[in-house]
C-alpha cells in the first residue's frame, strides 16, 4: 500500500509559476512509476507527466511540454512538478499517482492516488 499526499498548490497570476510536491509512505518508493494528473470542472481526468522509477524515462503531455517538469527524490519518497509560465487553461485540481511495475501514462492503470491540490491561475 502506497499512501500520496500532495500540496504546493494555489492561486497565482497567468504567467506565474508553482511547485507541487508529492510524498508517499512507505518504502518501496523507488519500485514505483509516479505520475501527475489534473481534472478541471467538466471535463475527464487527463494525464500532465510521468516518471519512471529511477528517473531515467519521462513522459510530458503536449498542452504543458516546455512548461512543467517532473522530477523526483528517492530518497525522500517525494515527487515534484514544477509549473512555470501557468496559463488559465492550467486551473484544475492536480493528483499524483503511483503504479508499480509498469511505465504508463494511461490514468486507469494507476493504483494509488492522492487527495489532490487545487491551482488556479488567474487572467
Known amino acids: 500500500q502506497v499512501q500520496l499526499a500532495e500540496s504546493g498548490g494555489g492561486l497565482v497570476q497567468a504567467g506565474g509559476s508553482l511547485r507541487l510536491s508529492c510524498v508517499a509512505s512507505?518504502?518501496?518508493?523507488?519500485?514505483?512509476?509516479m505520475g501527475w494528473f489534473r481534472q478541471a470542472p467538466g471535463k475527464e481526468r487527463e494525464f500532465v507527466t510521468a516518471?519512471?522509477?529511477?528517473?531515467?524515462?519521462?513522459s510530458v503531455a503536449d498542452s504543458v511540454k516546455g512548461r512543467f517538469t517532473i522530477s523526483r527524490d528517492n530518497a525522500k519518497n517525494t515527487v515534484y512538478l514544477q509549473m512555470n509560465s501557468l496559463k488559465p487553461e492550467d486551473t484544475a485540481v492536480y493528483y499524483c499517482?503511483?503504479?508499480?511495475?509498469?511505465?504508463?501514462?494511461?490514468?486507469?492503470?494507476?493504483?494509488?492516488w492522492g487527495q489532490g491540490t487545487q491551482v488556479t491561475v488567474s487572467s
Open positions: 516518471i519512471s522509477w529511477s528517473g531515467g524515462s519521462t
Open positions: 512507505g518504502r518501496t518508493f523507488n519500485r514505483y512509476t
Open positions: 499517482a503511483a503504479v508499480q511495475g509498469i511505465y504508463t501514462t494511461t490514468y486507469q492503470q494507476y493504483d494509488y
